[in-house]
Nanobody, 119 residues
Framework: QVQLVESGGGLVQPGGSLRLSCTTS??????????LGWYRQAPGKQRELVATHTINNRANYADSVKGRFTISRDNVKNVVYLQMNNLKPEDTAVYYC???????????WGQGTQVTVSS
């Protein structure tokens, strides 16, 4: 089994920055074949997609974070990052990473890391 572990969350003031990381419990030689994504869920709201990084190396973002967040990956280290700049109070949520492989029908989730943006 493969587990995903997020880190980097915390409390920041509006306008601040954080970098989230998500890594696998063990290195996978097929990590490059996984689509990766970051999701978030605020209290009382549905989980929403924040950003994705696909197998063909394309990054996509929710409109609410475009220009502020950047997703990237390191296939050798099995890590996906989410750089978050100019954070806003509405970014407050638990952030989850996801890795999925359509070919092997795999879908892995992390346990989440709390991001709180407040003065």
């Amino acid at each position: 089994q493969v587990q995903l572990v997020e880190s980097g969350g915390g409390l920041v003031q509006p306008g601040g920055s954080l970098r989230l990381s998500c890594t696998t419990s063990r290195r996978l030689h097929i990590f490059s074949l996984f689509n990766l994504g970051w999701y978030r869920q605020a209290p009382g709201k549905q989980r929403e997609l924040v950003a994705t990084h696909t197998i063909n190396n394309r990054a996509n973002y929710a409109d609410s974070v475009k220009g502020r967040f950047t997703i990237s990956r390191d296939n050798v280290k099995n890590v996906v990052y989410l750089q978050m700049n100019n954070l806003k109070p509405e970014d407050t949520a638990v952030y989850y990473c996801n890795a999925q492989s359509p070919r092997v029908d795999a879908d892995y989730w992390g346990q989440g890391t709390q991001v709180t943006v407040s003065s």
